[in-house]
């Protein structure tokens, strides 16, 4: 696994690359819309006098700075009023010329905060997408929306049911696929993907995963197996805060297999809910994976866990039926 310190490294380089781009393509815009409109070119040029004779005036007779400064202000209003009708008269955003970043709470500096410094979101969440890339997110190259192959599951009915177990995963997908093109942070909506092994339920957890994280968010993909044990030492006071942090915090977890993950006394149960209930609290979503329906939920955790998981005012709950694409693939 990469570590944390060289991914944050790697990431508060790529935003001064970043920085350095957005100042090229501020000189870029003002060269264009200098050479589109002369009045812009006079304006900007008036604008920069103003604020040198400004300056030096200032300078010259302190006892008048202040006097100096209001006429400057004043005067610097009128330029950039008829800058902004300039640009528009030239087929131009009358904003063209303001400073350019990505993020705009940071301004690309990867920090924000007053009193306290802190990492923004955009950086937090380029550290931890690359973490988990580099590790639990390993899968979603190839499982995707675009690898999806409906063609694995058998087009046979499904028994009790109307319809094919293909059919079924046609419409799976594409509730799958609108969960993730319709997702925002801080909406608290999250999926449960039951059924047994083999019926597609993880492939289209990743799908999710890869979706929600190409449109910007950050997304930590685990299995219950790993995050136990993550909170596991967490609890013991070894290490992993951060992870627990990132699970805590991301815009979307993905938790895959639960229910294959050990019973620890004191672990378990208790972390599962910490982390459950923290996140549902803070309108964080999850999607979760289990071969457990919503009753054995109850049965094997708690009331809390199972309310928490299947509560239809958050959670969609899709039981996947069929038999085993394994099983189906060798049968072929
Ligand atoms: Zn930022």
Partial sequence: MLSRENVTREALSNLEAQRAANLLEEKRRRAEAEAKSPSVRDLLAARQRLFFSGMRGAFASPAKAQEISQNMQKEMERINSALRASLLACGLPQDYLQPVYRCSECRDTGYVGEPV???????????????????????LERENFTAFNEEIFPDEPIEGRKGTQRSFMRKCRAFCEEYADSFAAGEGKGLLLCGR???????????????????????????????????????????????????????????DDLGSEPMLRGVTVSSLYHIINERRNANRSVVITTNLDSELLYEKYDDRIGARLTDPSRMKVIPFVGVDVRRFAARQ
């Fill in 117 to 139: 410094h802190e990492m923004c979101s955009c950086l937090r969440r380029a550290v931890m997408n690359r973490l988990y890339q580099s590790e639990g997110l390993q899968g």
């Fill in 197 to 255: 092994s083999g019926l597609g339920k993880t492939f289209l957890m990743n799908c999710v995963a890869q979706r929600v994280l190409e449109r910007g968010y950050s997304v930590v993909v685990v299995s219950a197996y790993k995050l136990i044990e993550a909170m596991r030492r967490y609890q013991f006071g070894e290490e992993g805060i951060e992870q627990v942090q990132d699970m805590l915090s991301c815009d979307l977890l993905c938790i």
